[in-house]
């Protein structure tokens, strides 16, 4: 049986006696999306998510469908919810997550509306938690788009690797140990790295240089959801009859990266792992232990960027004692430059916005992230016949990158991707269409 609550967050009208009134719109502000995913989890070894639907009734269809697919694009699970304007919807698909050192570890979550076409998706990746060496359970976390060839890690992973190939150079080691031995909490996702590592290369020891595409992400704010860089802040009453006031604020900041990983594969060993399924069954696999040597530097790759921020800042004040304002300000940056490629701040209460974007081609950096802020504020004396002060500020952003190698050892895709996007504001379609084109045309 499906399990579902709902959770209010936000008011899309606001009630005085018998009396409904709904809240102002403003023809220069951004459609607001029927639907944005603020979180994935594993709970009980189900797949979870919270969806937060548009504040306007009328932006919603009657009902709505969630599904998710594996790592191979095949649909696993579905449910369907009927949106309630302005709150949150905790939906869990049961089944969802099967097998995923079978079917890939980087799998997706779609909302799909009543004709059938997709309001916005979260890719997620499914690793392993364990509690020791032999028993495990998945977990999932919000994760990127990337193309098949490029394994998925996490940014602590990633950090150890890094420090890993630093210290040991070209000595081998045992790759998930050597992991667990500097940090014991990333035991798990080593052994579901080193399941994906080994079916991209050879199954037994290989002579020469072997490189594969990895894509590492993260996403922060102190909005306190998975959005990253994305928000939409809006500060409005929510009694009419009172007076009150508000100032809400966030920063966030949403990064990618897509690096080469080359090492020389001396020998493998396999270890059985009990991991744990919905319903307390425990299933064995066998999970394999690759010996590694390093060989940085045999491949050489070139990196191609895509970016773009979006931002409004949009607010309401009748009087002196009904103020709104607000401010957005977003920064696109490469690897770890200080000098941002795109920087844009706007102020309320003039409405205004920014939609700007920019490419990079042909840079050493396989890196780009984007940093946001924003605010809204607003003060209300409780006199509904003056006018109803509100501030907002929303932040979206897309990101790619194209990575091309030239490996003399083989071994590697000659070009990998990884691609990003947050958005609160209805554009889900032109950003990931805007993805596309820069993948297939340069553009």
Same mark, same amino acid.
């Given at each position: 049986?499906?399990?579902?609550?709902?959770r209010?967050?936000?008011?899309?009208?606001f009630?005085?006696?018998?009396?409904?009134?709904a809240a102002?719109?403003y023809?220069?502000?951004? !459609?607001?999306?029927?639907?944005t995913?603020?979180d994935v989890?594993?709970?009980?070894g189900?797949?979870?998510a919270?969806?937060?639907?548009?504040q306007?009734?009328?932006s919603?269809p009657?009902?709505?469908?969630?599904?998710?697919?594996?790592g191979?694009?095949?649909?696993?699970?579905?449910? !369907?919810?009927t949106?309630?304007?302005?709150?949150?919807s905790?939906?869990t698909?049961?089944?969802?997550?099967?097998?995923?050192?079978?079917?890939?570890?980087?799998?997706?979550l779609?909302?799909?509306?009543?004709?059938?076409?997709?309001?916005?998706?979260?890719?997620?990746d499914?690793?392993?938690?364990?509690?020791?060496?032999k028993?495990?359970?998945l977990?999932?976390t919000?994760?990127v788009?990337?193309?098949r060839?490029?394994?998925?890690v996490? !940014?602590?992973?990633?950090?150890?690797l890094d420090?890993?190939?630093k210290?040991?150079?070209?000595k081998?080691?045992d790759?998930v140990?050597?992991?667990?031995?500097?940090?014991?909490t990333?035991?798990?996702?080593?052994?579901s790295?080193a399941?994906?590592?080994s079916r991209?290369?050879?199954?037994?020891?290989?002579?020469?240089?072997?490189?594969?595409?990895?894509?590492?992400s993260?996403?922060?704010?102190?909005s306190?959801t998975t959005?990253?860089?994305?928000?939409d802040?809006?500060?409005?009453?929510?009694?009419?009859?009172?007076r009150?006031?508000?100032r809400?604020?966030?920063q966030?900041?949403s990064?990618?990266?897509?690096?080469m990983?080359?090492?020389?594969l001396a020998?493998?060993?396999?270890?059985?792992?009990?991991?744990?399924?919905?319903g307390?069954?425990?299933?064995?696999?066998?999970?394999?232990q690759?010996?590694?040597s390093m060989?940085?530097?045999?491949?050489?790759?070139?990196?191609?960027?895509f970016? !773009?921020?979006i931002?409004?800042?949009?607010a309401?004040?009748?009087?002196?004692?009904?103020?709104?304002?607000?401010?957005?300000?977003?920064?696109?940056?490469?690897?770890?430059?200080?000098?941002?490629?795109?920087n844009?701040?706007?102020h309320?209460?003039a409405?205004?916005g920014?939609?700007?974007?920019?490419?990079a081609?042909?840079?050493?950096?396989?890196?780009g992230?984007?940093?946001?802020?924003?605010?809204a504020f607003y003060?209300?004396?409780?006199?509904?016949s003056l006018?109803?002060?509100?501030?907002?500020?929303?932040?979206?952003y897309?990101?790619?990158?194209?990575?091309?190698?030239?490996?003399?050892?083989?071994g590697l895709?000659?070009?990998?991707?990884?691609?990003d996007?947050?958005?609160?504001?209805d554009?889900?379609s032109?950003?990931?269409?805007r993805i596309?084109?820069?993948f297939?045309?340069?553009?």
């Open positions: 049986m499906f399990r579902r609550s709902l209010a967050l936000t008011l899309s009208s009630a005085m006696g018998g009396l409904l009134m102002p719109a023809a220069d502000e951004p !459609r607001e999306a029927p639907a995913i603020l989890s594993l709970v009980d189900e797949l979870t919270r969806i937060l639907w548009a306007d009734e009328k919603l009657g009902e709505v469908e969630v599904v998710s697919y594996d191979q694009d095949t649909l696993t699970a579905g449910e !369907r919810v949106p309630k304007a302005g709150e949150v905790e939906v698909l049961y089944g969802a997550v099967k097998e995923p050192w079978e079917t890939g570890w980087a799998q997706r779609a909302v799909l509306g009543a004709k059938g076409q997709e309001l916005t998706h979260q890719p997620y499914v690793s392993l938690d364990c509690e020791d060496e028993t495990c359970a977990k999932a919000a994760g788009s990337a193309s060839e490029v394994l998925h996490s !940014r602590a992973l990633k950090d150890t420090t890993i190939e210290d040991l150079g070209a081998e080691f790759l140990r050597e992991v667990a031995r500097r940090d014991p990333l035991y798990g996702e080593a052994l790295y399941q994906g590592l991209l290369g050879p199954v037994g020891p290989a002579e020469g240089c072997r490189c594969t595409w990895q894509a590492s993260t996403r922060s704010n102190t306190g959005l990253g860089a994305a928000h802040l809006h500060a409005r009453p929510l009694a009419l009859n009172r009150s006031n508000a809400l604020s966030t966030g900041t990064r990618i990266n897509l690096s990983n080359c090492t020389s020998s493998i060993h396999f270890q059985q792992v009990g991991i744990k399924q919905s307390g069954l425990v299933k064995p696999v066998l999970m394999p690759p010996v590694y060989c940085a530097g045999t491949c050489s790759g070139r990196f191609n960027h970016g !773009r921020i931002g409004n800042a949009s309401n004040s009748t009087t002196m004692l009904l103020n709104g304002t607000a401010m957005e300000q977003s920064k696109y940056h490469l690897g770890n430059g200080l000098n941002p490629l795109l844009q701040t706007v309320a209460p409405n205004s920014f939609d700007v974007s920019t490419i081609n042909n840079t050493s950096s396989g890196s992230f984007v940093q946001t802020s924003g605010e003060t209300y004396n409780g006199d509904p006018g109803l002060p509100f501030g907002r500020a929303q932040g979206s897309a990101m790619a990158i194209r990575g091309y190698a030239v490996c003399p050892g083989g895709n000659p070009s990998g991707t990884v691609s996007f947050a958005t609160t504001t554009n889900h032109i950003l990931d269409q596309r084109d820069f297939l045309y340069g553009l």
